[in-house]
């Protein structure tokens, strides 16, 4: 009799929820048709997670299992269920007419999990963990231009509360100057004074610090990007940071969205469908990665303004009638295209690491390229270095250089 019990379990197809904490998941188990079977509270180690997928497995052939957080609280269970060889689908937070209708708990948030595992509502492959060092690297990156701007507020506040002497000696400075001028200070005089000194010299300090710490960091990340791909990196307006961040968004296996239309939709770039009745119309995607379609904002501006095909379209499209927003809401959506072919796609680059040696050999100075060329001498140097790409620059600069 036990043994023919065995036997059912075995064949029974059954399908897990988890739902995940920073220091618990809670784990349950239902059946092909919807039945609940059992659920279970284990750690966030690997111990926990082994005795998870052995309390799933124990409860019959697991088709899937719905994971809440996968990037986040459930990455390190995401990754061991896969390992194990089995099959992981993202699932999005229950609604909150839901959560009012049947309340919140564990146990609850793991069963809808399993629910939407089932129904195939969770069919989302989680993201692969290979960009988990560019986010790390963004975050801080972030991080420290969020703690540099907070003392750079705070410089800009003291000063306008500061003594007359103190106001007017430091508050016409501007940017470096001014924390080059704050940084050596040797606070003196009375109370007032040598209290105010001491803080914006420690305020400069850390502001020099920060500087330096978030350029360290974007060289970093710069060189991972890079590495992971170069198709990307190399695309005219992406930078270090507008890369890392729709690398994270995608993350290390784009591939699992099946279209440009998906990433699009990822990166809340695709129109939604607002039609009734007579009524056919698109409207603002307001859902998706917000910070991604801001990297797609990023983008778009730099391509308006030194992009001559991005201007040259810009300027039919103002001829034809259309505001300045809906012009960027197109562009975002044709950037999202190209984004989705370069991560996707290896992308052919031209070689550019002739141009200095060639420029160099020729004794002919950045500011006279960037002179001759009609561009900016940084413009040179960040395509010389590979950290701007633009084939039609490219071509005429070393056509120039080989007939100088």
């Given amino acids: 009799m036990t043994s023919a019990v065995a036997d059912d379990t075995a064949d ?22 919807g ?34 957080g996968t990037s986040s609280y459930g990455a390190g269970f995401t990754r061991a269920a896969r390992q194990a060889g ?21 146990p609850i948030d ?3 999990a399993a629910r939407a595992a089932l129904s195939g509502r969770a069919s989302s492959a989680p993201k692969d963990a290979i960009v988990a060092g560019i986010r790390a690297l963004h975050n801080a990156a972030r991080s420290a231009v969020k703690a540099r701007t ?9 000063l306008i509360t500061a003594p007359e002497a103190i106001r007017a000696k430091y508050g016409p400075l501007k940017g470096t100057e001014r924390t080059d001028a704050l940084a050596p200070l040797r606070p003196a005089g009375d109370a007032v004074h040598t209290a105010v000194l001491t803080a914006l010299k420690s305020l400069a300090q850390r502001l020099k610090e920060l500087t330096s710490e ?20 190399a695309a005219h307006g992406v930078g270090p940071d507008t890369a890392a961040q729709l690398l994270v968004t995608a993350g290390g296996n784009p ?14 770039a695709a129109p939604v469908p607002a039609s009734s009745g007579r009524t056919n119309r698109h409207r603002l995607s307001r859902g998706g990665d917000r910070a991604a379609n801001a990297a797609l904002y990023r983008i778009a501006l730099v391509r308006m303004a030194s992009d001559s095909r991005t201007r040259e379209y810009v300027a039919r499209q103002t001829a034809s009638g259309r505001t300045k927003q809906e012009i960027i809401r197109l562009l975002k959506r044709a950037i999202a295209r190209e984004i989705f072919g370069c991560l996707t796609t290896t992308v052919a680059i031209p070689d550019i690491a002739d141009l200095r040696p060639l420029r160099q050999s020729k004794n002919i100075t950045l500011t006279a390229a960037a002179r001759h060329l009609g561009v900016w001498p940084a413009t040179i140097s960040t395509l010389e270095r590979g950290m701007r790409r633009d084939d039609n620059l490219a071509h005429t600069y070393r056509d120039w250089l080989q007939a100088a």
């Avoid at 907070?150 to 003291?158: S, T």
């Fill in 86 to 106: 089995l099959r992981v689908g993202e699932v999005n937070r229950p609604d909150r007419a839901e959560r009012r209708r049947i309340g919140k708990s564990d």
């Fill in 214 to 233: 978030h350029e360290d960091l974007t060289k970093a990340l710069d060189s991972e990007v890079t590495v992971h791909t170069r198709g990307l990196r």
């Fill in 12 to 33: 029974q197809q059954v399908f897990g929820g988890v739902d995940s904490h920073a220091d618990t998941l809670h784990i349950a188990v239902i059946s092909d048709n």
């Fill in 255 to 268: 591939e699992r969205m099946r279209t440009e239309a998906s990433f699009a939709a990822l990166c809340a």
């Fill in 110 to 112: 793991a069963y809808a």
């Fill in 35 to 68: 039945g609940y079977l059992a659920d279970a509270e284990v750690t966030t180690t690997a111990a926990g997670y082994a005795a998870a997928l052995a309390f799933v497995n124990a409860h019959g052939h697991v088709i899937a299992i719905g994971v809440e």
């Fill in 150 to 158: 907070a003392a750079l507020n705070q410089i800009g506040n003291i």
